[in-house]
Nanobody, 124 residues
Framework: QVQLVESGGGLVQAGGSLRLSCAAS????????MGWLRQAPGKEREFVAS????????DYADSVKGRFTISRDNAKNMVYLQMNSLKPEDTAVYYC?????????????????WGQGTQVTVSS
């Protein structure tokens, strides 16, 4: 089992920044690819970003490329999502995800583990 706890969400004005954090515990963190998914009200859950187990490769949804940055610290069992130039359409609950293989980008993807989520609200 892997337990994931997100933090760092909140209310921010458009153009602002937030940094989400995800603390992992349980099985060796470095075994897992990590990622962030989000779900807005009335919409399907969508892929945001992912990072490989050793951090040497990242992937982003087109909608966040150039604005969001995913990173991880395996020594601290942490993964982060730096979000800059936030837009109202970024408003959603953001979930940290862990997968032994890779974090999928399809809306039907189900990670091996995910957290409770943290709310991000961007006002216009």
């Amino acid at each position: 089992q892997v337990q994931l706890v997100e933090s760092g969400g909140g209310l921010v004005q458009a153009g602002g920044s937030l940094r989400l954090s995800c603390a992992a515990s349980g099985r060796p963190f470095s075994n897992y690819a990590m990622g962030w998914l989000r779900q807005a009200p009335g919409k399907e859950r969508e892929f945001v970003a992912s990072i490989t187990w050793n951090g040497d490769s990242t992937d982003y949804a087109d909608s966040v490329k150039g604005r969001f940055t995913i990173s991880r610290d395996n020594a601290k069992n942490m993964v982060y999502l730096q979000m800059n130039s936030l837009k109202p359409e970024d408003t959603a609950v953001y979930y940290c995800a862990a997968d032994l293989l890779l974090v999928g980008t399809d809306s039907s993807y189900v990670p091996d583990y995910w957290g409770q989520g943290t709310q991000v609200t961007v006002s216009s």
